[in-house]
């Protein structure tokens, strides 16, 4: 298993959840030259031979700030504590190589292992947003902070 930089074609990999057309990632995101640079910047893809098993990155907010998001595979669910690893190493990269002071995730308010998950990942919770999902659930605010 390894990680590299995420490329546009990786989204093809990632279904996007409960979408009844089964539609992959590419479909949110503009297939231009700026998205893939950003892509390629912001973002780790993990496999496992040709597999990809999930997909991490930072959504820069301003000097300091950003915002983690992940994309999981049902195999990448399977590997927990290896995943866990890589991504707790994918964070501290953030803080240790480009200056970032607060990272914040989200997570669906009624999904109790991503809670977990984000738990171990260091970040704390700070507050309840309601209707804050593309699609109106209730998303739950985390947040890891160095002093």
């Not at 290896?82 to 803080?95: C, H, K, P, Q």
Request: aromatic letters at 10%; hydrophobic letters at 40%.
């Amino acid at each position: 298993m390894s990680w590299r930089h995420s490329t546009f074609e990786d989204l093809h990999r990632i279904v996007l959840p409960n979408d009844p057309t089964d539609a992959d990632l590419r479909s949110m995101l503009p297939d231009t030259e700026e998205s893939r640079n950003m892509l390629y910047a912001n973002a780790m893809t993990w496999f496992e031979e040709d597999e990809i098993l999930a997909i991490v990155g930072v959504a820069p907010m301003w000097k300091g700030v950003g915002t983690v998001w992940t994309l999981l595979t049902a195999e990448s669910k399977q590997r927990g504590v290896v995943l866990t690893r890589g991504v707790t190493r994918f964070i501290d990269m953030l803080y240790d190589t480009r200056g970032y002071w607060r990272l914040q995730a989200t997570v669906e308010h009624d999904n109790d292992t991503a809670q977990v998950w984000i738990h171990r990942l260091g970040f704390h919770y700070e507050g309840t947003m309601t209707a804050y999902g593309p699609d109106s659930k209730t998303h739950d605010l985390y947040a890891r902070v160095v002093n």
